[in-house]
């Protein structure tokens, strides 16, 4: 199922179908597991980081999890933005929040206003994020406002990667980090068995195989690994217990991508699938 033309590796090339498949997987979700064998796994598992990178920033669409300050106090709400309206010429938040054991209550506020006092949370999944208990300063737990795939591997040996150059810039400079407390900080590292299948929805495994191919999954793997033969069998069980699941053939690729594979795919094998 790996796909293999042979064709001579270039630096550009390679950056080029990791950003296609990102487009492809995260972005638009056209395929549901990426498999792809490379010499550096950690360094491509950054680039997958910052090509699928969103951003999350003011206005904060309805659904948008902060923080907000009780006066008199050192204690944050916790708030859910309901909408955004115009009221008298200027835009307004409407948004909820609790006050101790009392009912659930909206507010309005204006932008401008919301936005010098209001903290972005880092967690942005919690659906029951309202109903949870106020929080001391010294306890909230921010955003940037920059979300990236979560990563499955360890944390251990990327304080090098991070200074590798791609295409003229560091990997630290092109994911915005100062140090490795900061990709630490900025992306979820996790291992294969602390998957939160409802939070990580986007996920790159580092010489892991998966159990199952949930949501998005970019599957990098090297040769160099001393299990690698083994994962060539883990992935073949994996592909005959995912139910309705397709390898996509050469020319099934999107267009962009089936002319990065024809460059590459001597050097980077890669296999493609879907759940249909």
């Not at 008199?72 to 006050?99: C, H, M, P």
């Not at 919301?114 to 106020?134: G, H, P, S, V």
């Not at 020319?251 to 001597?266: A, F, M, R």
């Not at 050097?267 to 249909?276: F, M």
Request: hydrophobic residues 35%; negative net charge; aromatic residues 10%.
């Amino acid at each position: 199922m790996l796909m293999a033309f042979q064709k001579e590796l270039e630096v550009h090339p390679q950056v080029e179908l990791v950003k296609e498949l990102v487009k492809s997987t995260f972005k638009y979700q056209q395929f549901s597991c990426a498999i792809l064998v490379c010499k550096n796994p950690k360094l491509i598992s950054l680039l997958c980081c910052e090509f699928a990178k969103t951003k999350l920033s003011s206005p904060y669409p309805a659904g948008t999890n902060l923080y907000y300050p009780i006066d008199g106090t050192n204690k944050y709400s916790k708030v859910k933005i309901q909408e955004i309206t115009e009221i008298g010429g200027d835009i307004w938040y409407k948004f909820a929040l609790r006050r101790g054991n009392n009912p659930i209550c909206e507010q309005f506020n204006r932008l401008d206003d919301f936005d010098n006092k209001a903290k972005l949370a880092r967690d942005q999944e919690d659906t029951d994020w309202i109903d949870r208990n106020n929080v001391a300063v010294n306890n909230i737990q921010t955003h940037s406002g920059t979300f990236f795939p979560s990563i499955i591997s360890q944390f251990r040996g990327f304080e090098e990667v991070i200074h590798e150059e791609v295409d003229g810039s560091t990997l630290k400079n092109l994911l915005g980090i100062n140090c490795l407390v900061d990709l630490k900080s900025a992306i979820r590292f996790t291992s294969e068995n602390k998957v939160d299948l409802e939070h990580d929805k986007n996920r790159v495994w580092i010489n892991t195989v998966p159990d199952r191919i949930d949501n998005n999954n970019i599957v990098l793997l090297s040769t160099a690994h001393s299990r690698f033969v083994e994962f060539k069998s883990e992935i073949e069980s994996l592909f005959i217990r995912t139910e309705s699941a397709e390898a996509l053939q050469f020319d099934e690729l999107p267009q962009n991508l089936k002319s990065i594979v024809e460059i590459t795919s001597g050097t980077n094998p890669l296999s493609i699938w879907r759940v249909r």
